[in-house]
Every structure is written in C-alpha cells, then in structure tokens.
C-alpha cells in the first residue's frame, strides 16, 4: 500500500468516440498506465466541443475534487482540436516543465510531436495534463510525467517534508 492514493479521471476528447464510432483505446492505456498513482474514479468520451471541456473539467475539480485528470485527444492542428483551449480556459497555473519533457521525449519518437500543443498545470489543487489522442502519442507522453505525478501531487496538497534524497 502506498501511503497517499489519489483520485483519477480519464477525460477523452474525441468526436467519433463520443458518435460510438471508435473504441477508447487511448483511454484504456491511461487507465493501465495510472493504476499505480491512485483510482481511476470519474471517466467520460465527449467531443472536441470547448464549452462542454470547460464544464466537465470544471465539475471534475471543484465538485468532485479529482486530484488528477488526465485527458487525452484534440491538442493537434485540426479545426476541432480545441483542448489546449479548453485546459488553458481553466488552469490557475501552468506546469511548463511537464509540457515541455512530454514534447522534448516525444520528439525523439516522431517530428510530429512538435505538433501537440498539450498543456499541464493546477486548478485548486488538481492537477490537469493533456495527453495527445492516439494509444502511441498517449503512451509515449504519459511515461515520460509518470515518474513525477505522484510526488507533484503530494507537494500540491501541502506534504511538508523535503524533496531532497
Ligand atoms: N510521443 C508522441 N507524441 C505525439 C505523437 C506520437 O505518436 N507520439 N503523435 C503526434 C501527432 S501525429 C499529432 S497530430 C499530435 C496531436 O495529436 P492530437 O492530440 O490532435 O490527436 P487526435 O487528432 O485527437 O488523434 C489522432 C489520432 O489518434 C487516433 N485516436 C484518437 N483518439 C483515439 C482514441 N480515444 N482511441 C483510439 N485511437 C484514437 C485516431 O487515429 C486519430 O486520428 O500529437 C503528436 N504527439
Ligand atoms: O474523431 P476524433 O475527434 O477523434 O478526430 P480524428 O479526426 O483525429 O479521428
């Protein structure tokens, strides 16, 4: 048993997931990924709609005070990709650091990674990070912030005692 276990929800951005027309498979990796930070308590598949991103991260975090929401889909190029947006809209603050190591890794797997535009950072104290929309993209993003999530999120709770080993 790890002393701190947080809750997760797993937010996929995606217009055919939410017509039923793809099956989750980025959502799925998340999930199997993150099992080790904490519990996997809220989960939903929407569209790239900003208003209803906005609202669900918002209800997630000030309702329901989800410690981490990671989402996944819509930070690339196309008309609809709006999450970025969406995330920015309701972040108190930004952690560049976890933005930028996903982009600088991902680099070295594909040139199309300078082509996500995820964003990371705090609304109260959640912490949000968008991951890009394939199973690939997501894997390849989510284990280079692992390591740090959950020491960052007991520091974002108050946890006292000192970073240094
Ligand atoms: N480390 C990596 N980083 C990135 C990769 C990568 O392969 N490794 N891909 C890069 C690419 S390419 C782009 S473009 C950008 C931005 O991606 P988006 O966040 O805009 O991704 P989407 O357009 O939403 O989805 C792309 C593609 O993935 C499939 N897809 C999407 N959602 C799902 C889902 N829920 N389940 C299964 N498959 C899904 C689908 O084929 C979409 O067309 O990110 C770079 N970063
Ligand atoms: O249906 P979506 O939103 O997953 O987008 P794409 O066009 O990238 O498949």
Redesign the pocket.
């Known amino acids: 048993m790890t002393e701190y276990s947080f809750t997760i929800g797993i937010l996929?951005?995606?217009d055919k997931?939410a017509r039923g027309e793809?099956?989750?498979?980025?959502?799925e990796v998340i999930r199997e990924m993150i099992a080790a930070v904490g519990e996997v308590t809220h989960y939903r598949v929407i569209p790239d709609d900003l208003e209803t991103i906005v609202e669900t991260l918002v209800d997630w975090v000030d309702r329901d005070g989800v410690d981490l929401v990671l989402t996944?889909?819509?930070?690339?190029l196309?008309p609809r990709?709006v999450t970025p947006e969406a995330t920015a809209r309701v972040l108190d603050w930004e952690i560049p650091g976890m933005a930028e190591a996903m982009r600088a890794a991902?680099m070295k797997?594909?040139p199309?990674?300078m082509?996500?535009r995820a964003r990371a950072g705090v609304r109260r104290q959640s912490i949000i990070i968008n991951l890009?929309?394939?199973?690939?993209?997501v894997r390849?993003?989510l284990e280079v912030v692992l390591p740090a999530l959950t020491h960052g999120l007991k520091k974002l709770k108050g946890d006292p005692t000192d970073c240094a080993r």
Do not use: Q, V
């Open positions: 996929t951005l995606s997931g793809r099956e989750d498979l980025s959502g996944t889909g819509g930070t690339g196309s990709d991902s797997k594909t199309h990674a082509l996500s890009p929309g394939s199973p690939k993209g390849e993003n």
